[in-house]
């Protein structure tokens, strides 16, 4: 094809918009300047290697260093500092106070230094601080350092999803990010395991095997900010690794051609703040994180309520997060598959309904594969669809102000959902857990009303997008 004009892009999908998904495209630059033809499937592919994997990994270690202190807590914590009452709570709660404050000034900054130096140097910090966990003498030193970690890791997942949603068009972008969600299913798993393994290092140069898991978990992290330092893409406007017209062919692709360097201004944040589909986006995301929160900082101690002891409370912990993996994996498919989210995200809270009304009614070691098979289906309809509920939303957001807004938005709300889940599950409730599973069953289906509302909200505006003539400058909103 020839070009024509000042800019002249043709863009087939990989995803069935042309019948070969390696067609060619051509296009010409802003100068008129005939740029070479881009192989659209292979740049794709660079871009998933050169952008997923180092944000995965960073999330492994962040969410890691989040919640390790729940496996912490069964390997002898409390004990040893003297924890009472509800301060284990308390420690868990109070990660989420500059973790929520924090969110939007985080993706601000993220702008103005770029997303390499940014998110490498919150690595950097939480990876410090998560080692200096491991040498707390007392209540005061474990909160602070639990603080220090909330205000390093504020910025990572808006961050990252916000960096993510301009490398990929809207029917590329829930396998991507659902690829990088399950980090936190992995972590979810792996901690599991790691803790298992640094249980059995209790004593080494005296320290219990609870400083360890502290410990060697943020050596790991600092390895990985040092890494991320080298590894992590900027925005596509800026990434080195682009050829000049890889660089205008994607900019054209996912209309995010408007520089990341615009400042948002008290406008955009009043006009954002104005419309009521991101306060229903917000707490979707919220009511779900109650319940995604208190999976992965309760698991272990529901498994060891059910008879284990603490090496096989680790292990057993692990099975739940590999079905919430294999069912969001499934799900982030075909939902880019056939270009809807909704579905899915109601059919994953449905499981989240049934796997709590379980938990809630039936007890008792005679009944114990129903409450193991409840957390696995609790599991899967929380942490297993969260990647489905922020892809949704923000892709639906459009240009750098209301992403960089909304992603931030969207995940401080989920902080919100954290802390209700740390009072959630209280040690004097144990081993039923009645509050706790009641708390969760509310805002599961305080959930799905939002969900329904905020679907609603889509379809009435894309039906008015159809009345004026199409989507808004060829952003699609989707159901």
């Not at 390499?116 to 998560?130: E, H, Y």
């Not at 929160?293 to 739940?320: A, C, D």
């Not at 270009?339 to 009304?357: D, E, K, N, Q, V």
Request: include cysteine; aromatic fraction near 14%; charge should be neutral.
């Amino acid at each position: 094809m020839e070009a024509h004009g000042k800019e002249d892009v043709r863009i087939f999908s990989d995803s069935g918009d042309h019948p070969d998904s390696k067609s060619l495209q051509s296009m010409s630059a802003d100068d008129g300047v005939v740029l070479p033809p881009v192989n659209e499937t292979q740049l794709v592919r660079r871009i998933d290697f050169r952008v997923l994997p180092i944000l995965f990994i960073v999330y492994v270690v962040s969410f890691l260093d989040r919640v390790n202190v729940s496996y912490a807590l069964t390997l002898g914590l409390p004990e040893e500092l003297g924890l009472k009452g509800s301060q284990p709570n308390v420690a868990l709660t109070i990660f989420f106070i500059p973790f929520i404050i924090f969110e939007i000034p985080s993706n601000l900054l993220l702008k103005r230094f770029r997303p390499r130096f940014w998110l490498s140097f919150c690595v950097l910090v939480f990876g410090v601080v998560t080692i200096g966990q491991g040498f707390v003498q007392n209540y005061s030193s474990l909160l602070a350092t639990r603080f220090l970690l909330g205000l390093a890791e504020a910025g990572i997942f808006p961050g990252s999803f916000y960096l993510i949603s301009f490398w990929y068009k809207q029917e590329e972008a829930q396998k991507r990010f659902t690829v990088y969600w399950s980090s936190t299913i992995v972590a979810g798993a792996f901690g599991g395991l790691l803790s298992s393994a640094i249980a059995n290092l209790g004593g080494v140069q005296g320290l219990s095997s609870w400083r360890w898991v502290f410990i060697l978990e943020g050596i790991l992290t600092v390895l990985v900010g040092v890494v991320a330092l080298f590894s992590i893409s900027d925005f596509p406007r800026e990434a080195e690794w682009l050829t000049e017209s890889e660089r205008a062919f994607l900019l054209k692709k996912t209309q995010s051609d408007e520089p990341h360097t615009v400042p948002i201004t008290s406008a955009d944040i009043k006009a954002f703040l104005l419309k009521p589909t991101n306060w229903l986006g917000a707490l979707m995301y919220f009511s779900l994180l109650v319940s995604a929160y208190s999976v992965v900082y309760f698991v272990p101690s529901i498994v060891k309520g059910l008879g284990y002891n603490t090496i096989q409370t680790q292990l057993h912990s692990v099975p739940p997060f590999a079905a919430a993996l294999g069912f969001t994996i499934v799900s982030a498919y075909l939902s880019d598959k056939i270009r809807l989210r909704s579905p899915f995200i109601f059919l994953a809270l449905a499981l989240l309904i049934t796997g709590l009304a379980i938990l809630l009614t039936v007890h008792g070691t005679e009944h114990f594969s129903a409450e193991y098979a409840a957390i696995s289906l609790t599991t899967m309809g929380s942490i297993g669809i969260g990647g489905h509920v922020v892809c949704w939303y923000v892709m639906n957001l459009q240009g750098h102000a209301e992403r960089s807004i909304g992603s931030a938005w969207m995940i401080c709300f989920g902080g919100f959902g954290g802390v209700v889940a740390t009072f959630a599950f209280l040690k004097q409730d144990s081993p039923y857990y009645h509050t706790g599973y009641s708390i969760n069953l509310a805002t599961a289906s305080l959930c799905v009303v939002v969900h329904l509302c905020y679907g609603l909200l889509i379809w009435r505006q894309k039906k008015a997008a159809a009345r004026n003539g199409g989507d808004n400058a060829g952003h699609h909103l989707y159901m």
